[in-house]
């Protein structure tokens, strides 16, 4: 058990829908990441809060957004999906901020387009 | 844009051999980071080693280092001595050096190594 909780397990939904994916980090980390990992393309970093703020960020969609609450669990918002959003979708926790320390990942949300 | 590129989906090494993996990278900046990173089965992402472009000296950790070619644009990792407990997914990743604001961070597609006993 990494400490990292991702809800929901599971999400089906159609073309054109909006869906919220939820991450609580380990107890003590500021640094919540989120990556996209898909068959064709592996993983794919898209962004970073640290302690409420955005840190990093990588080839994330314009359609997709995310944000990290005073409590520091983070929702990553995706909207006007599109079938090729079929992916699982990982959050991971760190202590630091600059991709020194461990990121501890979550089980994944996998989101499938009908 | 910055890109990464890891062109070895999949890797073998003999236990105690050396291997080395590939990493290219794109980027008009003239100051950033590289890292490679290790992903075991547990999923926990591990830094093996990261290089400051605006060091010539190849970062060195262990039985791992790095052969860095800023003009060429290559970043690749050597194992020395590879052991059973190095199988993993490895990572190839670039950083921009931005003071403040958000940085740019960009992963590769990553390789799996596998160490043969």
């Known amino acids: 058990d990494s400490g990292v909780t991702q809800t929901p397990k599971h999400l089906i939904t159609a073309t054109g829908q909006r869906v919220t994916l939820r991450c609580s980090p380990r107890?003590?980390?500021?640094?919540v990441y989120w990556y996209q990992q898909s068959l064709d393309q592996g993983l794919q970093f898209l962004i970073q809060?640290?302690?409420?703020?955005?840190?990093a960020k990588g080839n994330i969609l314009e359609r997709f957004s995310a944000q990290q609450f005073p409590d520091l669990h983070s929702e990553l918002n995706l909207s006007s999906l599109e079938l090729g959003d079929s992916a699982l979708y990982f959050c991971?926790?760190?202590?630091?901020?600059?991709?020194?320390?461990?990121?501890?990942f979550g089980d994944g949300t996998r989101l499938s387009i009908l | 844009a910055q890109t990464v590129t890891q062109s070895q989906p999949e890797m073998s090494v003999q236990e105690a051999e050396t291997v080395t993996l590939s990493c290219t990278y794109d980027?008009?900046?003239?100051?950033?980071?590289l890292f490679w990173y290790k992903q075991p089965p547990s999923r926990q992402m591990i830094l093996v080693i990261r290089?400051?472009?605006?060091?010539?000296q190849n970062a060195t950790e262990n039985r791992f280092s790095v052969n860095f070619q800023k003009a060429a644009k290559s970043f690749s990792l050597k194992i020395s001595d590879s052991q059973l407990g190095d199988a993993a997914m490895y990572f190839c990743?670039?950083?921009?050096?931005?003071?403040?604001?958000?940085?740019?961070?960009?992963f590769g597609t990553g390789t799996r190594l596998k160490v043969l006993a």
């Open positions: 991971a926790s760190s202590v630091g901020e600059t991709g020194m320390s461990p990121q501890h």
């Open positions: 107890s003590g980390d500021l640094s």
């Open positions: 809060y640290y302690n409420g703020e955005e840190r």
């Open positions: 980027t008009s900046e003239s100051d950033y980071y």
């Open positions: 290089q400051e472009a605006y060091k010539q």
């Open positions: 990743a670039y950083r921009s050096a931005t003071t403040s604001g958000t940085y740019k961070y960009i």
